[in-house]
Each structure stands twice: as C-alpha cells, then as structure tokens.
C-alpha cells in the first residue's frame, strides 16, 4: 500500500539462485511499516525463503486480512497475485483460492487481531481442514493500525504504551492450533532471521496447514517496558527447542551438525528437515509432549521457539475431497456439463 | 390490504353460491393435517404422484415446522385438470390426522366440503361443522387388527388412508403399486406391507365409503412433457450444468437441500471414471461468512463457485458481498428466501430479501438479481448466473425462495443447448499479456465498465496484481486519491448499465382487451397470478402483465409503467420491496405503482390476488387511483 515504485536496479554481481533470479526479484513494493517494524523483517524473510528455494515468485498466491501485518504481502513477491480480503477472512478466501488451483503455492499472512480476535473461528476451520497453506501470524499482541489496543495475544498483566493493564487471559495460537490438527506448527521471532527462514522455508514445503506464529514487536505501540511482546522481552525469555535447517533434495547442504544432535524429517514432496535439537530430548513429532513442552514453558514466562511439531505424512484438503490431480479452474464444458442426452434421461425420470 | 385480510376475503367469497355438498372432477384442493415425524411425507408425496402419474396435473405444498418430531404439518395437494399450479386459497377435502390442529383445520374446509379423519374414538357432534360433510375411518383399529409392530402401526396408517382415499377418489390401484415398487426398489421387504396396507384402506373405502365424496379423478393426457421436481434439485442441476466446481455452504432452511442435491448430481455426473476422483469441490464451511469468502476465492482464482444460503446467511455475508462487488470478483449467491426479519419464519415463503441483496453490503452497492418463477427458471438462472458472474465479475444473486426451492412443481423439461459454451469473460491468459497492450485491472478498455482480469499464476512476469477492498486506481494501485475512487465507482455504475441488457428480460403480456391497468410481478407469485388474470377477466376486469426476471431493470419496464395509469405490484413481503427498487431506480412517481401484498408465510394465492386488485379497482371507481396506506 505504498505510493511509491521502488527503483528496479539489479547490482550485477548479486547472486542468482537456480532459477536466474536474485533477491530482489522476490521483492515487492516500499513498505510503508514504520521504521523498525518486527514485520519488514519477516517480509525479509520470507523473501529470502522463496528465493532459496528457487520458487517462481508468480505461483505464489498471497493473501491477507486487514491490518497491518496484512498489509505486507504489497511488499514481497511482486509478481505474484496478491489479496487483501476482509478483517479475519483471509482463511476462507484463501481456502476457496486453493480449491480453485491446487498447483499454486498459497501463503496467508496474518496478524493476531486478525487470527486471534475477529477471526479466530476461520483460523480454527481452516487448520481442522488442512489447508495446504503456509500461515504467517504476525504477532505483536496489539492493534497497531488503530493505535494501541490490546490483542487477543496480548498477556494477562502486560501494560498497554498508555498503562492500561490487560487482565483477559491471552489466546496461544500455537497451543490452539496444535488442538485443532495443525501438522506443521512453528514459534519464531522477527529479529531472528537465522531460525525464521529455514522454519518459513519448512512450512512453504509442508504439504496440509503449516502455522508459523512470528513474535513481531510493534515499534509504535508494543515496545516498551511492560509489554510481553517487546524486543526486549522476547529476547530475554526466548527459549528455543530446535535449529531447523531445510534442505531441499536436489541441494543438500551438510552443514556442521553434531551427530545425534539431528532429526531428519522427510517431507511429503521429498524435501528434508533437519531439526537440530537444543532442548534436551525434544521430538517434534509428539502433538501433546509439543503442547505439554509450550505450558511448561509458558509457566515459567518462557517463549518457546522452533519447530513443535510436525506430521510429514499430513493429507491435505484436496486429498480430503478427492479432488481431480488438474486444477478446477482448468476444467472446462468437456469436464462438467453433463451434456444434453444426460438431462434428457433425467427429465424422463422426473414425473 | 395485506394478508391477515385473506380468510375474511376467503370467507366472502365462500359464502356467496357454495352448494351443499362440492363436487369437481380434477380440480379441488385436498390438505393432510399430519404430526410430523409420523411418516407422513411419503405417503402424503405418493398420493400426489399418483395422480400425476393418471395424467391430471397436481401442485402440492409441504407447510412444515422448524422442526423434526411432533409438532403440525400439512401437505396441501391441488388437483388442477386446468393446470393452475399457485395456490388456490380454501381446502375441499381435509385429511384430518393431528388432534393438535383440529379445531383450526376444521375451519379451513369450504362450506359443502369434506373432512376425512380416524374415527376410532368416538368424537361429540360439537367438534363437527354442519355444512362439512364428515367421514370417518376407524384407522387406528384396522392398523392394529393387521399389524402387530408399533412403529409399523403407525406408517401404515398413512398409506392406510391413501388406499382409502384411492377408493373415494378413483386413484387406479395399479398406478399405486408401481409407485410403491419404485420407492421400494429392491426392498421388496418393504413394498409388501406398504401394498398391504394400501389394499386395507382400498378395500375399506370400497366396502364402506362408497360414493361419500363428490370429488373425483379421472384420467387424463394434461401432463405432457412437463417435469416434476424442487426448485433447489433443479437449481443444483443448473450449477453442475453451468460449470461450477467449488460450493461453499452452511446449512439453513430453507437452501440445504440445494448444497445436497448438488453433491448428489456431482456424484452422479462429475466423478471422473478413470480415477474416481472428483471434479468438484463442496465444504460445508463453518458459518455463512466462510461460505462466501471461499466462493470468492475461488471466484478469484477462476473457478465457478456458488453459496446457497437464505435471508439470515445474506446478512452475515453482507461485508464479503461488498468486497466482490468492489474488488470485482465473480461470485454467485442463492437466496432461497423464507419469512424474515431475524429467524422469523424459517419454514415459511417470502420474497423478502430483494432490498437486502440489491444494495447489500455499506457504501453504495447494487447487485443483479434473478427471479425465476419455477425450477425450470431456477436450472436456467443458475446455469446462468455462473456466466453472469464471470462476465460481469460481480456477485450474481439468484432469489428463489421456499416455495419454489422446497415443493415439487411442475414445469417444462429442464433443456440444455449442446452448443453452449460458458462465458468466461474478460480473461487475459499469458499469450494475450505476451501480445502486448497494457494491462490495467480496473481499466476500462471496452467502454462498458467490465475491465480485463488476469488469474494468479498466468506469467511469470506480467499481469499481477493486488487485490482489495480498498481504493485503488485503474491499475489496482493503492490510492487515496478522490479522481481515483470516482472512476471505479461510476465505471462500476456503467457495468451496471451494461448488465441491463444481458440479464434475462421481463416477459409481458398484453390484456386481450385495451387497458389502462397493468401488473407486475415476479418469481414464485407467478402461477397464482396467472390464474388470478383469468378470474379478473371473467369479471371485466383486464390487465396488461409484466413478470420480472432480473434487476437491475431493463428499459422496457419503465416503458411498461408509462404506458398505464396505474401499475399494480404483487409481492410476497410487507414492505413492497420491488415497489420500492421500481421508484427508487426508474424514478417513478410512487402513487402509480400500487402494492398488492401478502406476506403471512404462506403462498400467495390466485383468490388473494384477484380480491385485492377487484377491490382496488372498485375504491379507484370511485376517485382518483391512490396508493393505498399499507395497513
């Protein structure tokens, strides 16, 4: 939502991923964010995900609600399709979209008064389908496009930039999801590029719903002392379960891995995950050691980040429907209509 | 005039030159009272089938409750040679087996008609009407003399009084056994108690009933071609027939058995016999919202999709409305209409909806809506509505409502035109963009407000865009800028112009004699008007008629209204809500349009129409024509 066109310069030297293309090629408009905004990071880094795994930036359908977070998909993957739909929608008509072409990559970004508040129901729907989506919740526990309201994911006992203390008790949307049959779900933070991408580049390459909850500060009105959803705060009480690196099949990359510090995860399309554990002992293939892990965590005011689970063998919606293997939206008269001789018959069955 | 008038009018006129006992062949009007949850339905479908299939045209109407066990419902048969399929208004012949509604249904019957009811218990004279002639079958005892299962008692008593019915009536026997074995097909365990007991109350009526009843049918060849089906069965026809492929749906009475009849067809015609896979896709969403929201995304992202819902799924869809009919995306939307506002009569008919949908959604909206009048209609508008869609890139609204949608009617054959090909409309695929030539998603190239639209994921290169719900100028560009907003929304006023002419057009029909009066209406109220056309005309009274299909309004309505000094409208809500888009649209003096309305759940009637425009024209005898103050 940007008035300006930004300059399309290529440096010559920049690097090409196997496409040909580079960076900036998976760019979008100027963002009109405010300086500082946990958001741009994750736009950053989903730019980067794409680009490393070499996806044609226009099979990416992306698709928002309203607000803030929702606006970012205008300044990633310009040349894809994108959708600003209506506040807390963006599930269903992300949904419909997928019906209509399931050769499409579809990417949802959302924020939490978009997924936690007005449309918690289409969330939960949308992950008891599974969706094949990769779902951003861009979460900073306040409505910044309206200036500083509490959030549904906002803590109990955080402090609004005025003062105001939050006494309703803060919606998890991983712990919910994980409840609702999500098979991909991941906590991550903004200012932690490193962890992101890869986490962003799994869920791309998830085939079902795969949720990625980034804690993203708000700059403006959710970054001050008292809040639980500040730089600081994050930063201080981050406590991450595993590393992931994702490594699609045709490139792998043996980076310095400890052995037995390593999970291998095949995914349905034939990618790996390679989970590197830091949490003693945790499996991310356990739904309820993932949600039992989150509240022990949280108990102690700990952030829990990485992969928390994961269902490699996960269906998704169109396997649900038994859907034909050509995108609806390429069946034409031959496909569908049942023809003249067929209504005929009908007719005559009809009295 | 409204229609807690209507028993008083019907009164009126059955008072005047009734005879004593009502005798008709193939034309007179028979009502079961039942309890619901009995079985009754399909006894009371199979008495109506069973004339039909004797060549003698019927129009039954199933009036039930919201809800599954133990509360009143009727099943009303109109057995009409004369092929008048609206309701009539009054009961000839009332099949009485709810103690619930005794007293109520009692009163319906027309002076000199007939009551047939279980006289096991013995009922005091006080409970009878003296000019209604009162027959009764000890239904009970003969169920219990030859089944023993109590369940079993209880159905076969329904088919008990059909066989008995069968008997009085002249309903040939063997037209009832082939319907059974049909029903029944290869649950021959079932077809031999059902004849069983259809055979007791045949002979039953045989021995004891004799020539009780002075309503009879006969024979005949009046059905022709005609079909007999719902109106949502055929709409759900249309969409497998007009290309859909994603249907989103939540259930509401009175449009669920729509989203289930298309699942049915598709399961018929749209599995691929190859893989057994699917060439559809139907979620039964969580609520109206999610509905439409995946009909637009899928509208988005090119492929044909449809909601059915009714007027309380309307309201919750109204936001998303507003983004389709701004963003631009195809979208088409059943409204089976039923009694509103808020839950009202969710088992009732209305044609309620019209302001609702027309401007739906806030800020200025307008919305193309199609009225059919019966199933026929509803397979042709569907079919349509899908093209319209596309073409126009906006939500499409099909308004058919409970009577048409949830009874079986009569009509022409459902006909597809083997050369048709569906209108995808202004689509730019990777070869055109290639061309050249610059693409603007809102850029009126054409001049009649539809712009091109390309799909995600055409080229690599060209031909994205954003879509929103907020301003943007002719290239989906966000912008603030007033010129920018005033573009999109007067081009969107001119599509709406354009979409005049491609709607289906009213149909009109001039009065035999030269009139000064005409009529408009639309949708279910059709029949019953046509009938209404015929009584009026025997009494002098002629009137030029217009049925509208489709708003917005194409020119020759205007013209019609113009060319009489007054114009009656017929609708069923109590707002005159067509009224109301007439002079709101054409800028007509509303003191010429006056309404004629009715709007208490039930059906509209041909007797209700011909009464209250009769005694418009009377009071306008006198005077000037008014408006009449809606009472």
């Not at chain 1, 607000?67 to 205008?74: A, E, I, L, V, W």
């Not at chain 1, 949904?95 to 072409?101: P, V």
């Not at chain 2, 022709?224 to 497998?240: T, Y």
């Amino acid at each position: 939502m940007t008035y300006l066109a930004k300059p399309k310069l290529h440096h010559p030297s920049l690097p090409t991923n196997r496409l040909g293309y580079t960076r900036r090629d998976y760019e979008g408009k100027i963002s009109t964010l405010c300086a500082g905004c946990g958001h741009d990071s994750i736009s950053a880094a989903i730019i980067q995900a794409c680009w490393e795994l070499a996806i044609e930036p226009h099979r990416v359908a992306k698709l928002s609600g309203i607000g803030c977070s929702s606006k970012t998909p205008d300044y990633f993957l310009g040349n894809s399709h994108g959708f600003n739909s209506v506040h807390g929608r963006m599930p269903s008509v992300l949904t419909g979209a997928n019906l209509a072409n399931r050769d499409l990559i579809y990417l949802g970004v959302s924020g939490d008064g978009d997924s936690a508040s007005i449309g918690l129901g289409q969330f939960a729907h949308l992950i008891r389908r599974g969706v094949n989506m990769t779902y951003i919740v861009e979460n900073n526990g306040v409505y910044g496009l309206t200036k500083g309201q509490f959030s549904a994911t906002a803590d109990a006992g955080s402090k609004s930039k005025r003062g105001a203390l939050n006494r309703d008790a803060p919606i998890d949307m991983v712990s919910l999801a994980l409840q609702l049959g999500i098979t991909f779900v991941a906590r991550s933070f903004s200012g932690d590029k490193e962890q992101l991408v890869p986490l962003v580049k799994g869920a791309l390459n998830h085939r079902g719903a795969a949720l990625l909850d980034v804690i993203s500060p708000c700059v403006a009105f959710n970054n001050h002392p008292g809040s639980t959803k500040s730089y600081d705060y994050v930063r201080e009480h981050n406590d991450a379960v595993n590393r992931l690196d994702f490594m699609p099949k045709r490139a792998p990359i043996a980076a310095g891995y400890e052995p037995g510090e390593v999970i291998e995860i095949t995914q349905h399309d034939g990618a790996v995950l390679r989970l590197r554990k830091l949490a003693e002992g945790y499996d991310p293939g356990d739904r309820l050691a993932a949600i039992g892990h989150i509240y022990q965590h949280q108990a102690r005011g700990e952030v829990v980040t990485g992969l928390l689970y994961v269902d490699p063998s996960a269906d998704d919606l169109h396997g649900h429907l038994n859907t034909v293997d050509t995108p609806l939206n390429r069946l034409g008269e031959a496909d569908l209509c049942p023809g003249a001789a067929a209504l005929e018959a009908l007719n005559a069955s009809l009295i | 005039m409204n229609a807690p008038d209507q028993g008083r009018l019907d009164e009126q006129l059955a008072r005047t030159a009734r005879p004593r006992r009502l005798e008709a062949i193939n034309d007179f009007v028979i009502k079961f009272a039942n309890v619901n949850g009995s079985g009754s339905a399909s006894a009371n479908e199979l008495f109506a089938r069973s004339i039909l299939r004797m060549g003698v045209p019927v129009s039954p109407r199933n009036i039930f409750p919201s809800n599954i066990q133990g509360l009143p419902t009727w099943y009303e048969v109109r057995v009409t040679e004369r092929g008048h399929l609206g309701r009539r208004g009054g009961v000839d012949l009332m099949v009485a087996m709810n103690p619930q509604t005794w007293d109520g249904d009692l009163q319906e019957i027309e002076p000199g008609g007939y009551l047939v009811y279980d006289s096991t218990k013995p009922l005091p004279p006080s409970r009878f009407r003296p000019d209604v002639c009162a027959i009764g079958i000890p239904l009970t005892d003969i169920a219990a003399s030859r089944f023993t299962d109590a369940k079993e008692r209880q159905l076969l008593k329904n088919i008990m009084y059909v066989g008995a019915l069968s008997a009085m009536l002249g309903i040939e026997p063997e037209v009832i056994a082939q319907l059974l074995g049909e029903q029944y097909k290869g649950k021959d365990k079932l077809v031999r108690p059902n004849l069983d007991a259809f055979m007791t109350g045949l002979n039953y009526g045989r021995e004891h009933l004799g020539e009780a009843l002075g309503l009879r049918v006969e024979r005949r060849d009046a059905v022709g071609d005609r079909v007999f089906i719902e109106g949502n069965a055929a709409a759900a026809l249309g969409c497998v027939y007009g290309g859909a492929t994603v249907c989103a749906w939540y259930p509401i009475t009175p449009s669920s058995s729509l989203a289930e009849a298309f699942q049915r067809y598709c399961a018929k015609y749209r599995v691929d016999p190859a893989t057994g896979k699917n060439k559809f896709a139907i979620v039964q969403a969580e609520d109206e919202l999610a509905s439409i929201g995946i009909v637009i995304g899928a509208g988005w992202n090119g492929a044909r999709a449809f909601t059915a819902t009714s007027g309380p799924g309307i309201s919750l869809m109204s936001e998303f409305i507003g983004l389709a009919y701004f963003a631009e995306i195809p979208a088409v939307i059943i409204d089976v209409q039923r009694g509103g506002p808020s839950t009202g009569m969710p088992t009732r008919t209305q044609q309620s909806d019209l302001l609702a949908c027309a401007y739906a959604s806030h800020g200025d909206t307008k919305h193309v809506l199609l009225f059919p009048e019966d199933p026929h209609e509803c397979f042709e508008f569907a079919a349509a509505s899908l093209d319209l869609a596309e073409h126009l890139q906006t939500p499409i609204f099909l308004m058919t409502d409970l009577d048409i949608g949830m009874n079986h009617r009569l009509c022409a054959p459902l006909a597809w035109d083997e050369t048709r090909r569906y209108d995808r409309g202004k689509l730019m695929r990777a070869e055109d963009l290639d061309a050249g030539g610059t693409f603007g998603r809102y850029l009126d190239v054409d001049g009649d407000g539809v712009a091109w639209r390309t799909l995600p994921g055409t080229h690599a290169t060209k031909g994205a865009y954003f879509t929103r719900g907020t301003t943007k100028d002719a290239y989906a560009r966000y912008s603030e800028a007033g010129q920018d907003y005033v573009y999109n929304m007067e081009r969107l006023l001119k599509k709406f112009a354009t979409a005049k002419k491609l709607v289906p057009q009213p149909i009109v029909r001039k009065a035999a004699h030269k009139t000064h009066y005409g009529v408009i209406y639309y949708g279910s109220t059709s029949p019953a008007m046509s009938e209404a056309i015929g009584v009026l005309e025997r009494q002098g009274v002629h009137l030029d008629r217009l049925r509208m299909r489709a708003f917005p309004f194409p020119d020759s309505v205007a013209k019609f209204i113009a060319q009489h000094d007054a114009v009656f409208v017929v609708e069923q809500n109590r707002d005159a809500q067509l009224r109301t888009l007439l002079t709101n649209e054409l800028q007509i003096d509303p003191a010429r349009l006056v309404p004629i309305l009715h709007y208490d759940g039930t059906p509209i009637t041909a007797r209700f129409i011909a009464q209250a425009i009769a005694q418009r024209l009377e009071g306008a005898n006198a005077g000037p024509l008014r408006a009449p103050r809606a009472s």
